[in-house]
């Protein structure tokens, strides 16, 4: 059921427009179209699984720590932030092959954007195609994050969907079961979640003030939602840690805040444009409405060479950041123009355009410039990533040490600009987590390789046969010797 018969008469005179349910031939094929642009998509997703890329900074940790322990990572108390990693932990003692696990943590990350984007088409296909570009826009700019297994952005993931779900079908009891799940969750995943699941709150008391019929029902999840988010803001005021609170620190937070490439800012700047002069040239009528969004296609054409910069910057080891909070923050926007659309008054909607107007014509091409994009980037990351790691397994099957010491200048091969992805913390437990398994002698099976250990790590290594990975982590060389080996002794 669309949300344009339950706002009045003024909107229900062509339901089509809306829920384009008959749209013939031509629309199933531009359907058809952005599915097979979609399969692209997910099809790059699952290969940055396939190499890995979810293991980027703290993904790497998370995924060392169940290999080697069988538990999940609760990183500061974010309980919902467990889920993707349970099929790993589940599999940790019933996979001997840390590949494969490797492997199934990741695609447990990965599912994360995969299943939200599909969500977000699936809601829209046959009701309103054309608000498809909204969250897409979003999808797109997010690809300037690194991180896999980022609690913040994955608030967004479960938040997209349910709006427009709250949009386009809120009279289906799915969608109040979703809206009545998702604000929890958000409570107990983020220090900012608050923030969406107030935006949640107010969108869910607009539905209450539009719809009559439906007034409690909401009314009552626009308050669950409030609930959630004061909450979730009560406890980041008073339970924030020392780490949360060195995010606020001037340069901390801008740099966790900020993008910080040329090609990162332009894409920015492109995705909050071609945002906005959609969302107001859908809005507007008239000759204004073909000025704003023919300015939307040329914007549209920049997006593809924007992404092509910002992935050369990528393969050269530029802008390889965890995250950029910035993001963030535009998802919130996109979302609050979605809903500005949908929810506007009769004389501003453009759910009464004609659906064959020739200004709406170009929706498809959109969808898929940026799908192509998408695509771009997720295989420049991909091919980042891969060459690191490679990198990394040449580095210890090279090395003829039987533990090779790791500082901010050495070992040489970790210098290169492409290297910079895999040189950070956490490369102790990634050249593990990806060594090279040679055989050079077939009675002899795979050939040993060295640690890579900071500080005084391989003093203490053969002294004791303890592994400091890192500060807080130290293990029994023989407890890693039988699930990443054989290690050199």
Known sequence: MSIAPLLGPA??????????????????????????????VVCAYLLTALVGLPLFQDGGWYFFKIATTGQVELPNLRYTAVLPQLPAAWAASRIADPVLLRHLFALGYVALPIASLLACWALVRRRAPVLFLFPLLWFLLNLVNFSGV???????????????????APARRWVWLAAAIVPPMLVALHPLAFLPAFALALLGAALAWLLPNLRRIWGVLALWSLGSGLLRLAWTLVGMNDYERGRLETDSAINYLMTNTWGQHLLLIVVLMLGLTLGVGLLLRGRAQGLILGFARVLAGLVPVVAVLVSVEILNGEGIQLKSGVTFVVGLALMGLVSALVLAPPQLGWLQLPRWDPRLRGRTSLVMIIAVSMVVLLLAKSAAWWT???????????SRDDCIHLSASEP?????????????WVTP???????????????????????LLRHDGCAVLSQTGKVELVSWYVRDVHSLDQRFGPLRR
């Open 11 to 40: 909107l229900a005179r062509g339901p089509a427009e809306l829920s384009g349910e008959g749209g013939g031939p031509l629309e199933r094929v531009r359907r058809g179209a952005v599915d097979l642009a979609l399969l692209a």
């Open 150 to 168: 980022s609690e913040l952005l994955s608030c967004l993931y479960l938040t997209w969907p349910l709006v427009l779900a709250m949009l386009l």
């Open 388 to 398: 690191a790691t490679r990198g990394l397994q040449n580095l210890l099957a090279e």
């Open 412 to 424: 040489f091969a970790l210098q290169w600009p492409w290297m910079r992805i895999i040189d950070d």
């Open 429 to 451: 437990m990634n050249a593990l987590a990806f060594r090279p398994r040679l055989i050079l002698d077939a009675e002899r099976g795979i050939e040993p390789i060295p640690l």
